[in-house]
């Protein structure tokens, strides 16, 4: 049996359900009856997932009898605005009448931000439904309630916390997803197995190769893994606030750094992330809390994820420069998670400047 659900709980609401497995989207329907007993689902998407899913997701609607309509937007982060956001709640306001918005974000973890933030905005909070498309999305960006958009000034600047009312996982429609955005996805999943989950790290490492060519079942099983453990963090530390949901930054500082610097054109997100791990653990490893040869590990399931591990056109000191630009450096001083293990992770704002540049040096590619 392919299909499971894991459960997000939160002290004092309901929670939600996120159902993952092949077909999914066939539950549309319900999910947003459960929602409400005259709804409008207007599904917001993008233009690449558009010609692949939209037409399924709103026949399916359709023929359970909710009116449904449709914003499609530019595809990619940099549409990732408020100008994409300004459109999308307009279409809301233009569109709702009797029945109750219920918005159904069809896509990867940019359309989820955005469909979230609009719902999450308009009229103080419209119910969103996430399907998640890509694999980051399925095992990260739907699920805990992180909604936004970037600012020319950075990413996430601007943003709220709205829960989805369900997150709906269809696996199927990752076969059509472009190998790179895949391997994006990877760095996410294993990232799980090194901050919380020992097991899993052994699991990815017996069976990276089948996960890499996309076996079903082993999907379904990895990504219900990876929902477990974000459900775990977040529904003890829904709003960030405690320490807690930070450690999910495991490789980030590092990785938002080297996106930056390289214009955001070397490194896709989840490249910077699986080299920004293998740099987290290195330093883990050299103040000494982990063993080199635990952070050999990590880098070697890095690299059987076919994702890099060195660093290409980076000036060392100016990646540290704009590590502290990051906006999880508090007081001048850089909050990094660091390993205390394989499978637990820590929040440490007190590494040398020196060992974090001596780390980044030891990763430049050499020639
Ligand atoms: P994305 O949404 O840009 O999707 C990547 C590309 O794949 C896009 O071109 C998209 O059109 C295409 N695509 C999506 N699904 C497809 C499919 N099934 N088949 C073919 N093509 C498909 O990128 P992403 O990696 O999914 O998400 C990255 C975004 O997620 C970033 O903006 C990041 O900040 C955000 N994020 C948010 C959270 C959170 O907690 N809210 C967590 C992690 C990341
Ligand atoms: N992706 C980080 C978080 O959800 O907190």
Known sequence: MIEKTVKVKFSGSDGYSIEIGPGMLNRIADRVCD??????AFIVTDKKVA???LNNVVKTLEAAGIKTET?????G?????LNTYLKVVSRFAQT?????TVVVALGGGVVGDIAGFAAATYRRGTPVIQCPTTLLACVDSSVGGKTGVDLPFGKNLVGAFHQPRAVLVDTDTL????????RTGTAEVIKYGFIMDEPFVKFMEKNMEKFNSGDEALLSRAIE???????KVVGKDERDTKDIRAI????HTFAHALEAVCGYKDYNHGEAVAVGMACASDLSARIGMISQEDAARVERLISAAELPVTINNAQPRHLLDCMFRDKKCRGGKLRLVLLESIGRAVVADNVDEKDILSVIRSRIARP
């Open 96 to 100: 709702s009448g009797a029945a109750d």
């Open 225 to 231: 893994c990876c929902c477990r453990l974000k459900a």
């Open 248 to 251: 999910l930054n495991f490789g």
């Open 35 to 40: 929602v409400s007993k005259k709804p409008l």
């Open 71 to 75: 914003e499609i937007i530019a595809a």
């Open 77 to 81: 982060e940099k549409h990732k605005n």
């Open 51 to 53: 010609p692949l899913y």
């Open 175 to 182: 076969s059509t997803l472009p190998p790179r955005e895949f």
